[in-house]
DNA sequence: CAGCATCCGCTTTGATACTG
DNA sequence: CAGTATCAAAGCGGATGCTG
């Protein structure tokens, strides 16, 4: 809430969501849509309620975040990012995919959310035959389910199941996460847990190689 | 420093560089180069000494800046990026150009320095001619001059004076940021207490008008 | 002077308990 | 479900002092 007093464009937007958690709120709902109080608590495990609270007023008032009390059949209050709020889309993917280099390294006792790989991996996957029909394939980590899909050359990762999907991935978000960005091959990933239906060629299709030149290492 | 253990890519960017005044550490190096601690502290009005120290330290263990002790005639210390601290430029442009329409309604007690203007210039201005030859312009606000360049298309804003410049422009940095962005036309910004000295049809290359569609307002 | 370290008061955050 | 209330701990801002 302190303002850095900088005319300066960078320290203008960290004075409305360069607190603590702010970003990550904006990033749960960016990824989900409209949340509830309730979802964004599940989605940010570690957050003090009253900071929650807190930060969503200040999103409001900053013209970041809108809130919606129900609509009739159900009672509840929904959050959703204004169009503002949507364009902080860009500067959230530059900073996760400068971060995404640091999911190497996994610590055991970090939270995990499935939902949480949509960022990565459209970062990391490329669709290598766009000229091909698109699939799509589904991630299966216990919670929520995650779809993959090709659309013009990139890799879309959305929450979701996936209606009849080319193939379907079943593991833990760093075995799926290892073996996507290719430092995991699949029998190797298999043989650490990691449950593949569908054809090879599929996961070929959008599976990073250690031989893809990006400057990043994963 | 304090970790939000959450298997995310921004969640580990923002345990790196998510405190209070690190962002803007990284702007200072990124637009000025190597630095010295008192240039540094000097580029960022508010920060307690003690806590630009510590950021610093912080950065440097996790490996985003680099201090080297001195080339032999002069005695000082240098920071500066890592390549992978380089990295972050994209992510800190992308935020910035985010908090660039927050510079429109300008608060008189906000700090002010040359170079900050560097980013939203870069974000605003583009070539319209860009077969012609390059062109150079000179910004100077009574502190350090910047220098805008017409490169492939695009405008790059660099610290320093230019050798000869095709143009000048003095006067605060609110008002030539009014006076490129489209804000003010140039008879309003020299009635303002702006100086222009060169051909008009310099700055109209460069310059964005109101008609230039572009979602951001400014 | 450049580059810090220390001390102190205030603000923000974290953890938990409680409520309409 | 969607918060508010409370309180201890950590972080921050400002001033000052120290060292090569």
Redesign the interface.
């Known amino acids: 809430v302190r303002s850095?007093?900088?005319?300066?464009?960078?320290?203008?937007?960290?004075?409305?969501v360069?607190d603590?958690w702010t970003?990550?709120i904006v990033?749960e709902l960016l990824i989900r849509g409209a949340c509830r109080y309730t979802d964004l608590r599940d989605g940010l495990?570690?957050i003090a309620t009253n900071l929650l609270a807190e930060r969503l007023r200040e999103l409001q008032a900053a013209g970041i975040v809108s809130r919606e009390d129900a609509p009739p059949p159900i009672a509840t209050t929904l959050f959703r990012l204004t169009p503002r709020g949507r364009?902080?889309e860009?500067?959230?993917l530059?900073?996760?995919?400068?971060?995404?280099p640091?999911?190497a390294q996994?610590?055991p006792?970090?939270?995990?959310?499935a939902h949480?790989l949509t960022?990565?991996l459209q970062?990391y996957l490329r669709d290598r035959t766009p000229a091909e029909p698109p699939i799509s394939i589904e991630l299966r980590t216990g919670q929520e389910p995650v779809l993959l899909e090709t659309a013009d050359g990139k890799v879309r990762a959305s929450l979701g199941a996936a209606p009849h999907p080319d193939a379907v991935i079943a593991a833990t978000?760093?075995l799926i996460l290892a073996l996507l960005t290719g430092k995991l091959d699949l029998p190797r990933a298999r043989t650490a847990g990691l449950h593949y239906s569908g054809s090879p060629a599929i996961l070929r299709r959008v599976r990073r190689t250690s031989s893809d030149a990006r400057?990043?290492a994963c």
Chains 1, 2 share one sequence.
Not at 4 to 16: N, P, R
Not at 109 to 113: F, K, M, Q, W, Y
């Open positions: 850095y007093h900088q005319y300066c464009g960078l320290a203008k937007a960290l004075d409305l360069g603590r970003l990550l990033r495990p570690g364009e902080l860009a500067a959230l530059a900073l996760g995919s400068w971060g995404a640091l999911l996994s610590n006792d970090d939270a995990v959310r949480w960022l990565p970062h978000p760093q400057s990043d």
